[in-house]
């Protein structure tokens, strides 16, 4: 038997190997496969030398010669110096050291060179089992060999071997240069790259095609491998159920806002508005219409897929007439007639309509009430479909859920008027009418109540006469815009008024209206100013109960803002007092009295929105406009600039001629 020595005395790389896989002698050209310095690899794991995708077949290698005392042969890849990796022929065979009489496990590459086929036996049967088809290409003879595979992938491409342009005529123009990329990379494997390729019998198909470069045995000749995968089942599949889960997306979006302006309607006709735009077309039908209740008859809209005259018959009808749409509506169950005869079968005494000649095959109607189990009846839809569509169970029951939505949408917005009404009327009670003469004043007061939720809210203003000819004038803002703020509001506005009557001070009027207030123990507060004016000479006392100041504008269109003394909002700490202060209103001067919501709000400050009003007032009493007109200009620009909070500005104007009466 050869020496250790003359075993590892070769061109191809060679190795001995302890019985348990362990290298105990290398050459040179082993080394340099492995990549490692020669003393690197000695005393370490053969296997574990190798690339992790190849550790598999060299245990099973090793493994065999050892245990079984028989030549084992298998392709393995060397990582290689360049891009390209090297498939060697490895046989493994135990030896017997003559010097030493150990057995060893020689390990060494065969030469290939006249058979190179053989070390494509691997890449063959593992593309195939794969699924991919496989090609070799020599950038030398440009020359493209189809080696095998699957054959449903090898179908797609009929010449086993073919030139590099061939087969580029074949691949879409915009895929070539990525085509061109593959067989240029500088990598020794390349990412998979999408290329459409036309065959000659069935059109285009999606074809996924990854390189890798391979020399051929140790110092062989350089190929590159291109595997190849057809997507094109998995790729329409793709598209079928993406095409599918768009639709649904789309569907739900628009189930969702279909849903979310529901709930945003603030009136029956804005209510009538998202059924007609947003039903049919949610539902794939051809036609809506929507019948609302009233005094127990029904009042029919319609979309454009069903004209108003086809249905005149159902407009007024009434609620126990023995027809489907008030049937629906009356017992709550939603109805679908697919065809005339069970239309007739069902209702024989129906009302007849242009549309129920229709049904049949192609044509159905579904009839789904807004209504729920308690609750008196409000209304229900009826949709049309053509061209033989059919909903499902599950769009049905949508439907009925999206009905039942708009059902109390319905009650909502119609409660919620009954409310409005109830609080404009309670509004109008609250609010004073200001006396018509007071002497030598000019008062003038505006209110607009908030676009949020009910239409009135907690500000108010008072003006009146007290004993010895003092005017008493007052504003002020409730916490809260709804039926309980205004109630509050006239409660407060009262309270000091009957107050006033028996004290003479305000801050007097507004510590007794505190401790009123506190001993209640109500749910809110109220901020308030109060001023007292004497028109003979013009002087002012007045107090504040966390009130925006008080703002001055004279005839030559200055202003100034009057900051008020006092105390906290009403209604909160006991024990509270209100101190005075006393300023002068000069002739031809005019207070302005305003609520936060003329001076405050998205994007403006309170001392912004103090000099924009005060610069308004002051311009106004400068063109010489009255105290109604001025009020006008100020409690219009507050609104134009999108305010949301309830507003109220309260004019007093003293003038010359006024002061004289």
């Not at 979006?253 to 302006?261: L, V």
């Not at 401790?515 to 123990?521: G, H, K, Q, S, Y």
């Not at 403006?604 to 010489?624: F, V, Y």
Request: glycine share 8%; hydrophobic share 45%; proline share 5%.
């Amino acid at each position: 038997m050869d020496t250790s020595d003359e075993l590892l005395r070769r061109a191809d790389p060679a190795a001995l190997l302890t019985l348990d896989g362990v290298i105990s002698g290398l050459n040179p050209a082993m080394a340099t496969a492995l990549g490692r310095a020669a003393e690197q690899c000695l005393g370490h794991g053969f296997v574990d030398l190798w690339p992790a995708s190849q550790r598999i077949s060299a245990r099973s290698l090793v493994l065999h010669a050892a245990t079984a005392e028989t030549v084992a042969m298998r392709v393995l890849d060397f990582p290689g110096p360049g891009a390209a990796s090297i498939a060697c022929l490895i046989e493994a065979r135990q030896v017997k050291d003559s010097a030493t009489g150990e057995h060893l496990v020689w390990v060494h590459a065969l030469n290939a060179q006249n058979d190179l086929n053989s070390l494509l036996i691997p890449f063959r049967l593992a593309t195939a089992a794969a699924n991919l088809g496989l090609w070799m290409y020599s950038a030398h003879e440009r020359q493209l060999e189809w080696l095998g595979g699957a054959p449903d992938v090898v179908a797609l491409f009929p010449d086993p071997t073919t030139s590099m342009a061939s087969v580029m005529s074949s691949v879409h123009p915009d895929d070539r240069e990525a085509f061109r990329q593959l067989g240029r990379s500088a990598s020794g494997q390349s990412p998979w790259v999408r290329l459409r390729y036309l065959t000659q019998h069935d059109g285009w198909h999606q074809l996924a095609v990854q390189t890798r470069r391979i020399r051929l045995g140790y110092g062989g000749p350089e190929r590159i491998f291109g595997l190849v995968r057809d997507d094109t089942k998995q790729e329409k599949s793709k598209e079928r159920v993406q095409a599918a889960l768009t639709a649904e997306r789309q569907r739900a979006k628009e189930i969702a806002e279909f849903s979310s302006a529901l709930i945003s309607a603030a009136t029956e006709q804005e209510l009538r508005q998202v059924v007609l735009t947003r039903l049919a077309a949610t539902f794939g039908a051809s036609g809506a219409l929507l019948a609302l209740v009233d005094e127990d008859r029904l009042h029919i809209s319609t979309d454009a897929g069903i004209a108003i005259w086809e249905v005149e018959v159902m407009h007024g009808m009434s609620l126990d007439h023995p027809s489907p749409l008030p049937e629906a509506i009356r017992t709550g169950k939603s109805h679908f007639i697919p065809d005339r005869k069970d239309y007739i079968r069902r209702w024989p005494h129906a009302a007849q309509f242009p549309r129920l000649a229709r049904l049949g095959s192609d044509y159905a109607v579904s009839i789904t009430p807004l209504s729920e189990a308690g609750n008196q009846p409000v209304g229900g839809w009826l949709v049309t479909y053509a061209n033989g569509y059919r909903p499902s169970l599950d769009e049905r029951t949508l439907m009925g859920t999206l009905a039942d939505l708009a059902g109390q949408a319905l009650r909502r917005i119609r409660l919620q008027q009954a409310r409005v009404e109830l609080a404009s009327a309670l509004q109008q009670t609250m609010l004073p009418t200001l006396p018509e003469h007071l002497p030598g004043l000019e008062v003038a007061a505006r209110y607009r109540p908030s676009r949020h939720e009910l239409d009135i809210g907690g500000d108010w203003y008072d003006a009146f006469v007290m004993p010895g000819g003092t005017v008493a004038v007052e504003i002020g803002d409730v916490q809260g815009h709804d039926v309980d703020a205004a109630a509050f509001m006239g409660q407060v506005r009262l309270f000091m008024r009957a107050i006033a009557d028996q004290e003479r001070d305000p801050g007097t009027v507004l510590r007794r209206t505190n401790e009123l207030l506190v001993a209640m123990d109500p749910p809110r507060f109220a901020s308030c100013t109060m001023l007292h004016i004497d028109p003979r000479d013009g002087e002012v006392s007045g107090t504040s109960a966390g009130h925006v100041p008080v703002l001055r504008a004279c005839r030559d269109g200055s202003h100034d803002v009057v900051k008020l003394p006092g105390g906290p909002v009403l209604g909160v700490l006991p024990g509270m007092d209100y101190a005075e202060e006393a300023f002068t209103l000069d002739e031809d001067s005019a207070l302005v009295m305003v609520t936060d919501g003329v001076v405050e709000g998205p994007g403006l400050t309170l001392e912004a929105g103090l000099e924009r009003a005060g610069t308004l007032a002051g311009a106004a009493l400068r063109d010489g406009l009255n105290a109604e007109e001025t009020a006008d200009r100020v409690l219009d620009a507050a609104v134009a600039v999108d305010h949301a909070d309830d507003v109220a500005v309260l004019v007093i104007r003293r003038g010359a001629t006024l002061a004289q009466k």
